[in-house]
């Protein structure tokens, strides 16, 4: 398959994560569910997609910078290419969990990074590889331009990977909101945005005397 064609395929798989990522998933079930299927099915689009292109990039002499032994440079690329695909699936699997995410603080902030990971991780390799690519860019540019971020995407995906187990293993705390706090913060956005009639008796019905108030206003 021609190298521009699994650039371009992976490129769309990309651009297709980012757009789920980016939209405000109702906190619903069903809304949670399709949306979780649909980054599933997008997730293996992209790696496999980008192992090809991975491979197709290596045979163009694009990885020759790692290392002049052969069998060294297959090693490398394979980590290199694991490193950036770990910290792009584990980002994309985590974002469609970031409606139930109750942490709060400075946790809540660092953590946006690697829910919005699937939007900005993919650049880091994407860009270089359109560089690796272009003969002409690969001539005229600085080879700066597109080898560090590939080793700062491999980098960042193993260090995104590692940060769960570095935060069980350390038992940091981790403050998270009440029950009452984290429904408030979700239904609020979530009623007002609601067009279904059936869902908003669903709401009519709950047993806080805000969301029923809420439900029946809209």
Request: proline letters at 6%.
């Amino acid at each position: 398959m021609p190298a521009i064609l699994l650039f371009i395929l992976t490129t769309l798989a990309y651009i297709a994560m980012a757009f789920i990522n980016l939209q405000k998933t109702p906190a619903r079930g069903e809304y949670l569910l399709v949306s979780g299927f649909m980054m599933f099915g997008l997730i293996a689009m992209y790696v496999i997609t980008s192992l090809l292109l991975t491979i197709s990039v290596a045979s163009r002499g694009g990885f020759d910078w790692l290392s002049p032994t052969p069998s060294t440079r297959k090693v490398f690329i394979g980590v290199l290419w694991l490193g950036m695909i770990a910290g792009v699936v584990f980002c994309a699997m985590l974002s469609t969990e970031i409606n139930t995410d109750r942490t709060t603080g400075i946790v809540r902030t660092l953590s946006m990074p690697v829910y919005f990971g699937s939007v900005w991780l993919p650049l880091l390799m994407l860009i270089p590889y359109a560089i690796l690519l272009n003969p002409q860019w690969r001539e005229s540019l600085s080879p700066a331009l597109y080898k560090f971020p590939l080793v700062l995407a491999c980098v960042l995906g193993v260090v995104i990977l590692m940060i769960p187990k570095i935060v069980s293993s350390a038992n940091i705390q981790v403050p998270k909101q009440s029950d009452a706090e984290w429904k408030k913060e979700n239904l609020t956005t979530s009623i007002q945005n609601e067009t279904s009639l059936e869902t908003l008796l669903q709401y009519v019905k709950d047993e806080d005397e805000w969301v029923r108030k809420m439900a029946a206003e809209k």
